[in-house]
């Protein structure tokens, strides 16, 4: 599985972005998809998560301004990103989880970069 992300920039705080991640290869296999961020400094953390089925699960830092969803396709995810604060800024980074025969195995993007500038 290959992971494509697009859609970071620059952005003034309230402002809005959409990221988008396109996966390839063998995408029959992928169940969660996801975004995590990591900003200088600090650990990875987790932005947002939809499963196959449609659930979503969001960090408390985001709820209420961020929107995951998957295209009809199932092999595409995009965060919608409103009110944006300086905080948000960071590498985001797009995240797919696939069935392997021994189980599950996390696949990553290359990352975006999202900046809020106050």
């Known amino acids: 599985v290959q992971l494509q992300a697009s859609g970071g920039g620059l952005v003034q705080a309230g402002g809005s972005l959409r990221l988008s991640c396109a996966a390839s290869g063998s995408t029959f296999s992928i169940n969660a998809m996801g975004w995590y961020r990591q900003a200088p400094r600090k650990q990875r953390e987790l932005v947002a998560t939809i499963s196959s089925g449609g659930r979503t699960n969001y960090a408390d830092s985001v709820k209420g301004r961020f929107t995951i969803s998957r295209g009809s396709a199932k092999n595409t995810v995009y965060l919608q990103m409103n009110s944006l604060k300086p905080e948000d800024t960071a590498l985001y980074y797009c995240?797919?989880?696939?069935?392997?025969?021994?189980?599950?195995?996390?696949?990553w993007g290359q990352g975006t970069q999202v900046t809020v500038s106050s």
């Open positions: 995240n797919a989880v696939a069935v392997v025969v021994i189980g599950e195995r996390p696949y």
